[in-house]
């Protein structure tokens, strides 16, 4: 099953999100998501796109690879929310990489105030992972 996410026109056009075309000052290598990534720093690593073959508007929400893979789990607007648990983990800490150190999760990665507008009029939804 191919990977395919979907976000807003508001998301996409979010002052924090950016399109990357390298790494380090050379052009980005297959592992960063070569030749063009989307990045979005208040998403968690699960809902972002590692490398873009099309680019699609559509009229109608497609459904991600997560959510087609597990729908009771993952939903369009998946993102990690520390007060609400995982069905099967707790999403309260997060390990800093590296280390065995655990730190509390930040609601959308630190960048609330100016992002959390996006999702206003959204809170019937499932706005978690």
């Known amino acids: 099953m191919p990977f395919v996410d979907g976000c807003t026109i508001e998301e996409a056009a979010n002052d924090l999100s950016f399109m990357v075309t390298g790494a380090y000052g050379k052009p980005a290598a297959n592992q960063f998501g ?3 990534r989307v990045h979005m720093p208040w998403k968690y690593g699960f809902k972002a796109v590692k490398s873009i ?9 497609p459904k991600g690879f997560w959510e087609a893979l597990q729908p009771a789990e993952y939903g369009f607007w998946a993102n ?3 007060e609400v648990s995982h069905p ?6 997060e390990e800093v990489l590296g280390t065995r150190d655990r730190v ?3 609601l959308f990665n ?3 105030e100016y ?3 996006l999702y206003k009029g959204k809170e019937e939804e499932r706005l978690w992972a």
């Open 115 to 117: 992002v959390a507008d």
């Open 88 to 93: 099967r983990w707790s999403q309260a800490t």
């Open 80 to 82: 990690v929310n520390p």
């Open 104 to 106: 509390p999760t930040l």
């Open 110 to 112: 630190g960048y609330g």
């Open 34 to 36: 070569a030749p063009l």
């Open 53 to 61: 073959v099309r680019i699609s508007f559509v009229a109608e929400r």
